[in-house]
């Protein structure tokens, strides 16, 4: 777990090495083991410098996030980190040289941990970040990350890297001071050895007597400018029951103008508080929690099947386009389909355009850009198909065109292929139908932009057998991309869930509430854009067709639909498009967006406008409702995975922990009493299915408590 060994010029070294995982992690046993070697070292006096290496390909991970959910009063979660922030002080408190040697990324608790070392060198190599992203599971650090980075690298920007908790790349990081050098990885442990050996006496320069910041100092006029400007900008950006953003400006305002022992209480006392509140607890479970549950699912289910070695992709436009490049940048060769040469020539382009920039972000080197590019082939013969493991749709939603575009692949690559469509809203039952091997026929629903967003629904068919998922499992893992597998059903799971709330910002504007408080809502609620703003992007007659089809099948919430779909249609006759066209509730201009002058006429403002609270619970807990009746169907099971792909999908707020997280943290039993009286006020879409009154009665909750 921590191995210590001394060499002949009395360097201590001493190595993080898990034995049950390809990471470090911060355990309490690791703490433990850990903190006996540095007293170790510290005492022994032969003894002249210490280096703090790593046997895995990363430095040091966070800590324990298992035990701190588990934490339920700040206390517990206080107990956590108390003794690995003691250690880390005796460790910058010792004359002896401490030296962190950052072969890989160092995050979190690693950061902290090579922040109290003297010194750190590390690895210069592309894919090493440096960072302390605990603000985006809901927390702060608590090991002293908010006292000793600005510290080292100023106030200004160890805020940025909190607040944002963005990770650096090596070079930033030297260009900081957060890195002493950076070498490459084969000379890391000379390089540290000589600092050690070139520093017999440290001392860390926050405990040198008239230690000053870089950058402006606590108390002076810059420092008052700027916590005032981050907390105007925080507040505006992060809602108030988001803790983590708030608290860590709140550390660092406090701490930086104290001592570093009183910013290391205050920040402890803030730690403690922030990891056992709701936001902590659901970003941790719908962040790590639950996809390591969706993946462990999906390696039991794809256990048998083999990574496929060829892929096929027919389609070359945004999404058909980002399928390939993901799937040969996992290394599988890849085959290309579209119906003429400009198309696929136009498709080209944009996945090497993705490279390059990928090269220019030093996320890939120009070799590994041309073998990607040379994984695929692009070409208008569906023959090409042959020897294709899978075989994925990416053409336009309409049924005809599909079903030939089916009878094509499976004609070239044989009855034994994978044929899966990347639809939003078609059914994969219906579309099966017209395939030789239905139960070789799923739906893999991807998201845009494809290279970035990790989820991918997996819509089972009535006849899709547990080989076709598996192998389409085996894909997806290639590829890095997060499955939540569901049943086939009118929108699926995800489809249908942001027609409820688009639907409802619809009910809302045709009953003359305002556009711009319907959106200032949505932002408020932690949403990245409003459902207005979104339905310009989308268009309204895409969403006529959409909410159109889910209004017939007439399931959930979209049974009552036609305030909505009366609202989409006052909007089109108008002319009114969406962003595509003149506009839509909103003119797009280069000044902006503002809501269109003729808004008003065509839907009459109400003289009293509701609370913004009001409007924000509609829009958060329709679609909470949605997802119960998608629960109660049986379309899917997994609280876990439905929360995750809300998350992960169209980016519902993590700190609410998702669509079921709501109804807990609301409490069953209070939520369906809110939804009674919702009904009675706005319609019948807000009536909950049984599933819910029944949990009401017994207690039940949707995710079991940490």
């Known amino acids: 777990m921590i191995d210590y060994d001394k060499d002949g010029d009395g360097i201590a070294h001493i190595v993080w090495n898990n034995p049950d995982g390809p990471v470090n992690v911060k355990s309490a046993a690791a703490m433990t083991a850990f903190a006996q070697a540095v007293d170790r070292a510290i005492a022994d006096g032969t003894v002249k410098g210490v280096l703090v290496r790593s046997a895995k390909r990363d430095f040091v991970a966070g800590g324990d996030l298992t035990a701190l959910y588990a934490a339920a009063t700040p206390e517990e979660a206080a107990a ?104 490459p990885a084969g000379q890391l442990i000379d390089a540290a050895r000589r600092l050690a050996l070139a520093h017999p006496q440290a001392r860390q320069p926050w405990d040198a007597e008239g230690f000053r910041y870089p950058g402006f100092q606590p108390g002076s006029p ?32 406090e701490g930086t103008a104290a001592g570093l022992d009183r910013g290391l209480a205050v920040e402890a006392q803030q730690f403690a508080r922030v990891a056992v509140s709701a936001a902590a607890k659901n970003r941790i479970r719908t962040q790590f929690i639950a996809p390591g549950a969706v993946r462990k699912a999906a390696r039991s289910a794809d256990a048998a099947a083999a990574q496929p070695t060829q892929v096929g992709v027919v389609g070359a436009g945004t999404m058909g386009g980002g399928i390939a490049l993901v799937a040969a940048r996992s290394g599988i060769r890849t085959v290309l389909i579209d119906q003429s040469e400009a ?131 085996a894909l997806l893992k290639a590829m890095g991309k997060t499955p939540v597998v569901v049943n086939d059903g009118p929108g699926f799971y995800t489809s249908r869930v942001v027609a409820a709330y688009t639907r409802e910002a619809l009910h809302m504007l045709g009953a003359g509430i305002s556009p711009e408080l319907i959106d200032r809502a949505a932002l408020a609620a932690g949403f990245s854009i409003g459902p207005l703003a979104m339905g310009d992007l989308t268009s309204y007659d895409l969403l006529k067709d959409i909410l159109g089809s889910l209004a017939r099948a007439g399931r959930g919430t979209a049974a009552d639909s036609q305030g909505a779909m009366d609202a989409i249609d006052r909007l089109l006759a108008a002319g009114r498009v969406g962003r595509k066209g003149a506009g839509g509730v909103y003119d797009h201009g280069p000044e902006g967006r503002r809501v269109w002058e003729g808004l008003a006429a065509l839907f009459p403002p109400r003289a009293q406008q509701p609370a913004e609270e009001e409007v924000m619970q509609r829009l958060l807990d329709i679609q909470s409702i949605e997802t119960a009746h998608v629960v109660a169907e049986g379309i899917a099971s997994d609280p876990l995975a439905l929360d995750l792909a809300a998350v992960l999908g169209w980016s519902y707020p993590a700190f609410r922990g998702g669509v079921l997280a709501n109804v807990d943290d609301t409490g069953i039993a209070r939520f369906v009493q809110r939804s009674d009286a919702m009904a009675e006020a706005f319609g019948p879409r807000f009536a909950v299915p049984a599933l819910l009154r029944e949990m009401a009665a017994t207690g039940a909750t949707f995710h079991a408590r940490g």
Request: proline letters at 5%; charged letters at 20%.
């Open 80 to 183: 956590l980190v108390g003794g690995i922030g003691a250690c880390l002080r005796r460790i910058e408190r010792s004359p002896k040289p401490f030296v962190a040697v950052l072969n890989g990324s160092a995050l979190g608790g690693g950061l902290e941990l090579a922040l109290a070392c003297h010194h750190r060198v590390a690895a210069d190599e592309p894919a090493l970040r440096l960072g302390a992203p605990e603000v985006t599971l809901g927390l702060i650090p608590g090991a002293g990350g908010t006292q000793r980075l600005p510290r080292l690298i100023g106030i200004a920007a160890a805020a940025r890297m909190l607040i944002d908790g963005k990770p650096v790349g090596v070079r930033d990081a030297l260009a900081c001071g957060l890195v002493d050098e950076a070498v």
């Open 222 to 253: 810059e420092a008052a400018a700027f916590f005032g400007d981050m907390q105007a900008e925080v507040q505006r950006q992060r809602p108030a029951a988001d803790l983590a953003p708030h608290a860590i400006l709140q550390v660092l305002a």
């Open 343 to 473: 198309a696929l020539q136009k498709g080209m382009q944009r996945i090497a355009r993705s490279l390059d920039s990928a090269v220019e972000r030093r996320r890939m080197t120009p070799a590994q850009r041309d073998e990607t590019l040379a994984r695929i082939e692009a070409t208008t013969d569906f023959a090409r198909l042959q020897g294709s493991q899978i075989v994925v749709e990416a053409v336009v939603e309409v049924p005809e065109v599909k079903q030939s575009v089916f009878r094509r692949i499976t004609d070239a690559a044989g009855p034994d292929v994978v044929v899966a469509s990347n639809t939003s809203t078609l059914s994969i039952s219906a579309m099966a139908e017209s395939v030789a091997a239905p139960k070789n026929f799923i739906g893999l629903h991807f998201f845009a932009p494809v290279d970035r967003m990790a989820l991918v629904e997996v819509i089972l068919g009535r006849e899709t057998d547990e080989r076709t998922l598996a192998r389409s499992q």
